[in-house]
């Protein structure tokens, strides 16, 4: 009997192995095509500077309007993008829309306003990542320290000294260098020391209990005083409560990001909360009454 239900488990996941590999190559194929008819969105999610309650940036995050599928999120299709390596087109894309869409700004009553793309380790290995912020930027003929490049210690790895040599580059051009979901990853830091870096986001896990677990409260406490002693900026992601803010505040976070004070939204959107933020007198949130 244990034989043949081993035998059974065997076939049950040969055939759920095929119809992932089939979704996959259906998804892959899906893809290919929203590159050609251009499927894509950025949504954008504002970042907030702590000491004044005002929006300074917004990061960047791509979305795919799949026919009969509706918004599809990142997390499902990054991953293949990557494996494809799609991703150095679309990568070029979402670096190209959101220079334009700093220019447009600039030329707005929105104004200057950041904004941060993610940016996969591939992009620095294939592809020519130096050449396409060059020409956004040119082309757009916007500020460098306007656009920020998001990386993952993942992606630092995939090419130490090539990802070095072009982040000095386009560093030395006022390019704004962070790295995201920081203290996630296996890098050490003798490693992590080598890269221009300018600003830390700590990831949502630390943020997620800050309230009410001690160890992830210390982590993010140590990570803050370790940005500011290098001289770095420091953002806490998925930030949902007041609580959480309060915390980040007393701790003397520079930005925060997330639920909190907005989803990533479309560009309408985001266009209504600045200009109706900006009309309002003083910060628009009352934080400074919730001092810890
Ligand atoms: P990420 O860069 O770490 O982005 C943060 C993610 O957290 C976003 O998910 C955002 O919507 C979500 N988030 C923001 N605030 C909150 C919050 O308060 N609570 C919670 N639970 N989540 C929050 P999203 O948009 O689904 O993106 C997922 C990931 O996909 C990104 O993580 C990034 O790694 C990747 N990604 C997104 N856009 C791009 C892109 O243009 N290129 C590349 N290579 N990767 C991208
Ligand atoms: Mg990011
Ligand atoms: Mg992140
Ligand atoms: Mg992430």
């Known amino acids: 009997r244990a034989k043949h239900a081993g035998r059974d488990t065997y076939r049950f996941f040969t055939a759920q192995m095929n119809v992932d590999v089939l979704a996959r190559l259906e998804m892959e194929k899906a893809l290919r095509k929203a590159i050609e008819n251009e499927e894509f969105e950025l949504y954008y999610q504002p970042k907030v500077y702590l000491k004044t309650g005002r929006i300074t940036g917004v990061e960047a995050l791509i979305r795919w309007n799949r026919p009969g599928h509706g918004m599809v999120s990142p997390q499902f299709f990054i991953p293949v993008l990557e494996d494809t390596g799609l ?50 930027l040119t082309e757009n003929d916007i500020p460098p320290h306007l656009l920020e490049l998001e990386l993952t210690e993942s992606s630092m790895m ?34 992590l020391r080598r890269f221009p870096i300018d600003k830390l986001k700590i990831d949502i896990a630390f943020i997620r209990d800050i309230t009410h677990n001690a160890d992830d409260a210390a982590l993010a406490l140590t990570i803050i ?13 998925g930030v949902e409560t007041i609580g959480q803010l309060a915390y980040l505040r ?42 810890v």
Request: one cysteine or more; proline letters at 3%.
């Open 250 to 291: 007393h701790y003397r976070c520079d930005h925060i990001q997330g639920y909190y004070f907005s989803p990533p939204v479309t560009v309408t959107e985001l266009e209504k909360m600045l200009l109706s933020a900006k009309r309002m007198a003083a910060p628009a949130l009352p934080w400074n009454m919730y001092t």
């Open 225 to 237: 005083r370790m940005a500011h002693g290098l001289k770095m900026e420091v953002i806490a992601e």
């Open 158 to 191: 995939v090419n130490t000294e090539r990802t070095i040599a072009i982040l000095d580059k386009l560093k030395k051009l006022g390019v704004q260098i962070s790295i995201d979901d920081f203290g996630t990853g296996y890098s050490s830091l003798a490693y």
């Open 87 to 136: 991703i150095v087109r679309v990568g070029s894309w979402v670096i190209a829309t959101a220079c334009k869409q700093i220019a447009l700004w600039r030329q707005s009553s929105v104004g200057a306003l950041q904004i941060s793309v993610n940016v996969s380790g591939q992009q620095f290995v294939e592809g020519d990542l130096d050449g396409d912020v060059i020409s956004a």
